[in-house]
Protein backbone atom coordinates (compact mmCIF):
# COMPACT_ATOMS: atom_id res chain seq x y z
CA UNK A 1 0.00 0.00 0.00
CA UNK A 2 3.14 2.29 0.93
CA UNK A 3 4.42 1.45 -2.10
CA UNK A 4 1.13 2.05 -4.55
CA UNK A 5 1.19 5.84 -2.61
CA UNK A 6 4.52 7.02 -3.55
CA UNK A 7 4.23 5.80 -7.22
CA UNK A 8 0.86 8.17 -7.05
CA UNK A 9 2.59 10.70 -4.92
CA UNK A 10 5.66 10.48 -7.68
CA UNK A 11 3.24 10.56 -11.14
CA UNK A 12 1.11 13.25 -9.70
CA UNK A 13 4.88 15.74 -9.13
CA UNK A 14 6.07 14.92 -12.55
CA UNK A 15 2.71 15.86 -13.91
CA UNK A 16 2.61 19.64 -11.58
CA UNK A 17 5.75 19.64 -13.00
CA UNK A 18 5.26 19.24 -16.17
CA UNK A 19 2.19 21.80 -16.32
CA UNK A 20 4.19 24.67 -14.21
CA UNK A 21 6.87 24.16 -16.91
CA UNK A 22 4.52 24.29 -19.52
CA UNK A 23 2.60 27.34 -18.30
CA UNK A 24 5.64 29.51 -16.49
CA UNK A 25 8.45 28.51 -19.08
CA UNK A 26 7.20 27.29 -22.54
CA UNK A 27 4.62 30.33 -22.78
CA UNK A 28 6.97 32.78 -20.93
CA UNK A 29 6.38 36.22 -22.72
CA UNK A 30 9.66 37.81 -21.43
CA UNK A 31 9.94 41.94 -22.32
CA UNK A 32 11.81 42.82 -25.19
CA UNK A 33 13.95 46.41 -25.69
CA UNK A 34 12.04 46.99 -29.06
CA UNK A 35 13.76 49.28 -31.33
CA UNK A 36 10.79 51.22 -32.92
CA UNK A 37 12.46 51.77 -35.69
CA UNK A 38 10.92 51.75 -39.31
CA UNK A 39 13.86 51.05 -41.11
CA UNK A 40 14.85 47.97 -39.82
CA UNK A 41 13.18 44.39 -39.51
CA UNK A 42 13.58 42.64 -36.11
CA UNK A 43 13.64 38.84 -35.65
CA UNK A 44 9.76 37.64 -35.52
CA UNK A 45 11.22 34.51 -33.76
CA UNK A 46 13.18 33.66 -30.92
CA UNK A 47 16.02 31.02 -32.08
CA UNK A 48 19.06 30.54 -34.39
CA UNK A 49 19.40 31.51 -38.13
CA UNK A 50 19.69 28.31 -40.56
CA UNK A 51 19.63 29.88 -43.76
CA UNK A 52 20.02 32.91 -45.89
CA UNK A 53 18.97 32.43 -49.10
CA UNK A 54 18.76 34.52 -51.99
CA UNK A 55 15.25 34.01 -54.71
CA UNK A 56 14.77 35.56 -57.53
CA UNK A 57 11.43 33.94 -59.52
CA UNK A 58 12.60 34.20 -63.03
CA UNK A 59 15.16 30.82 -61.59
CA UNK A 60 12.55 29.12 -59.71
CA UNK A 61 11.76 26.19 -61.03
CA UNK A 62 8.40 24.56 -60.81
CA UNK A 63 8.83 20.98 -59.38
CA UNK A 64 9.80 19.86 -55.37
CA UNK A 65 10.84 22.82 -53.24
CA UNK A 66 11.77 25.45 -55.65
CA UNK A 67 7.92 25.10 -56.84
CA UNK A 68 7.03 26.00 -53.29
CA UNK A 69 9.34 28.49 -52.53
CA UNK A 70 7.77 29.75 -55.93
CA UNK A 71 3.96 30.13 -55.29
CA UNK A 72 5.30 31.53 -51.48
CA UNK A 73 7.65 34.81 -52.49
CA UNK A 74 5.50 35.29 -55.39
CA UNK A 75 2.99 38.25 -53.70
CA UNK A 76 5.77 39.52 -52.09
CA UNK A 77 8.28 40.59 -54.98
CA UNK A 78 10.01 39.05 -58.23
CA UNK A 79 13.16 38.47 -56.12
CA UNK A 80 14.51 39.18 -52.71
CA UNK A 81 15.52 36.70 -49.46
CA UNK A 82 14.62 33.61 -47.21
CA UNK A 83 15.74 33.76 -44.23
CA UNK A 84 14.72 30.45 -41.99
CA UNK A 85 14.89 31.10 -38.12
CA UNK A 86 14.72 26.79 -36.18
CA UNK A 87 13.36 26.98 -32.53
CA UNK A 88 14.11 24.69 -30.39
CA UNK A 89 12.08 23.53 -26.37
CA UNK A 90 14.10 26.19 -24.84
CA UNK A 91 12.98 29.22 -27.28
CA UNK A 92 10.62 31.44 -26.83
CA UNK A 93 7.61 30.31 -29.12
CA UNK A 94 5.77 33.11 -29.50
CA UNK A 95 6.16 35.27 -32.75
CA UNK A 96 6.75 39.35 -33.17
CA UNK A 97 5.72 41.71 -35.72
CA UNK A 98 8.99 42.46 -37.40
CA UNK A 99 8.22 46.11 -38.58
CA UNK A 100 5.19 48.59 -38.31
CA UNK A 101 2.77 46.92 -40.98
CA UNK A 102 -0.79 46.08 -41.76
CA UNK A 103 -1.66 41.77 -41.86
CA UNK A 104 -3.11 42.02 -45.77
CA UNK A 105 -3.93 38.04 -45.58
CA UNK A 106 -2.86 34.86 -44.01
CA UNK A 107 -3.26 31.28 -45.46
CA UNK A 108 -3.00 28.03 -44.01
CA UNK A 109 -1.49 25.11 -45.43
CA UNK A 110 -2.21 21.64 -44.10
CA UNK A 111 0.90 18.98 -44.68
CA UNK A 112 2.84 16.60 -42.68
CA UNK A 113 4.89 16.70 -39.22
CA UNK A 114 8.20 15.81 -39.76
CA UNK A 115 11.25 16.69 -37.81
CA UNK A 116 11.52 20.55 -38.36
CA UNK A 117 14.97 20.27 -37.28
CA UNK A 118 16.67 18.60 -39.94
CA UNK A 119 17.74 20.75 -43.48
CA UNK A 120 16.42 19.02 -46.48
CA UNK A 121 17.13 21.59 -49.02
CA UNK A 122 19.10 24.88 -49.27
CA UNK A 123 16.05 26.80 -47.76
CA UNK A 124 16.05 25.25 -44.32
CA UNK A 125 12.61 24.88 -44.60
CA UNK A 126 10.40 21.96 -44.55
CA UNK A 127 8.00 22.98 -47.00
CA UNK A 128 6.20 19.86 -46.69
CA UNK A 129 5.17 20.41 -43.37
CA UNK A 130 1.91 22.17 -41.79
CA UNK A 131 2.41 26.14 -42.32
CA UNK A 132 1.05 29.35 -42.06
CA UNK A 133 1.48 31.84 -44.14
CA UNK A 134 1.27 35.23 -42.78
CA UNK A 135 1.83 38.64 -45.97
CA UNK A 136 2.02 42.06 -43.98
CA UNK A 137 2.47 45.66 -45.80
CA UNK A 138 4.30 47.94 -44.47
CA UNK A 139 3.44 51.96 -44.37
CA UNK A 140 6.04 52.66 -47.15
CA UNK A 141 4.35 49.82 -49.43
CA UNK A 142 7.26 46.98 -48.86
CA UNK A 143 5.43 43.42 -48.64
CA UNK A 144 6.49 40.64 -46.95
CA UNK A 145 5.99 37.63 -44.84
CA UNK A 146 6.20 35.70 -41.72
CA UNK A 147 5.52 31.72 -42.54
CA UNK A 148 5.17 30.06 -39.23
CA UNK A 149 5.78 25.93 -40.07
CA UNK A 150 5.06 23.20 -37.81
CA UNK A 151 7.38 20.56 -36.72
CA UNK A 152 7.72 17.27 -35.30
CA UNK A 153 6.13 17.77 -31.96
CA UNK A 154 4.87 21.27 -32.43
CA UNK A 155 1.81 20.37 -34.00
CA UNK A 156 -0.66 23.27 -33.12
CA UNK A 157 -0.18 26.96 -35.14
CA UNK A 158 -2.25 29.94 -33.76
CA UNK A 159 -2.18 33.26 -34.90
CA UNK A 160 -3.70 35.98 -32.80
CA UNK A 161 -4.47 38.71 -35.65
CA UNK A 162 -6.66 39.69 -38.51
CA UNK A 163 -6.58 40.81 -41.89
CA UNK A 164 -6.42 44.44 -42.10
CA UNK A 165 -5.28 44.75 -38.32
CA UNK A 166 -2.62 47.05 -38.38
CA UNK A 167 0.55 46.23 -36.17
CA UNK A 168 3.47 47.77 -34.04
CA UNK A 169 7.20 46.49 -34.21
CA UNK A 170 7.40 43.75 -31.61
CA UNK A 171 3.48 43.48 -31.36
CA UNK A 172 2.51 39.39 -30.86
CA UNK A 173 1.34 38.24 -33.56
CA UNK A 174 1.04 34.30 -33.08
CA UNK A 175 2.43 30.62 -31.19
CA UNK A 176 3.75 27.44 -32.29
CA UNK A 177 3.41 25.02 -29.66
CA UNK A 178 6.81 23.56 -28.84
CA UNK A 179 9.57 22.89 -31.31
CA UNK A 180 9.83 24.10 -35.07
CA UNK A 181 10.41 26.87 -37.48
CA UNK A 182 9.34 30.48 -38.78
CA UNK A 183 10.77 32.02 -41.89
CA UNK A 184 10.68 35.28 -43.15
CA UNK A 185 10.47 36.07 -47.26
CA UNK A 186 11.29 39.79 -47.82
CA UNK A 187 11.36 41.94 -50.91
CA UNK A 188 14.81 42.75 -53.03
CA UNK A 189 14.83 46.15 -51.62
CA UNK A 190 16.00 44.54 -47.84
CA UNK A 191 19.68 43.41 -46.88
CA UNK A 192 19.87 40.91 -43.94
CA UNK A 193 21.75 41.64 -40.93
CA UNK A 194 22.85 38.64 -39.73
CA UNK A 195 23.85 35.20 -41.34
CA UNK A 196 23.56 31.68 -40.95
CA UNK A 197 24.59 30.16 -36.80
CA UNK A 198 23.12 33.76 -35.48
CA UNK A 199 21.21 33.46 -32.60
CA UNK A 200 18.16 35.78 -32.40
CA UNK A 201 15.69 37.39 -30.03
CA UNK A 202 12.00 37.88 -30.74
CA UNK A 203 11.60 41.52 -31.51
CA UNK A 204 15.03 42.95 -30.15
CA UNK A 205 17.68 41.39 -33.28
CA UNK A 206 18.24 43.42 -35.78
CA UNK A 207 17.44 40.44 -39.24
CA UNK A 208 17.46 42.88 -42.28
CA UNK A 209 17.35 46.71 -42.66
CA UNK A 210 15.80 49.16 -45.79
CA UNK A 211 18.63 49.68 -48.00
Do not use: C
Request: charged share 25%; hydrophobic share 45%; no cysteine.
Amino acid sequence: MQLLIKILISIVGVLVFIFLYYQFWFLRQPERNIPLDNTVFVSPANGKIIAVKKWNSDSLQWDKDQGVVKVLTKDVDSEGWLIAIEMDISNVHYQRAPIKSTLISKEYTPGKFKNALIQTNEYGMRLENERNSLLFETESGLKYKVIQIAGLVARRIVDYIEPNQKLDQGDIIGLIKLGSQVSLILPSTLEPAIGVGDKVIDGETIIAKIK
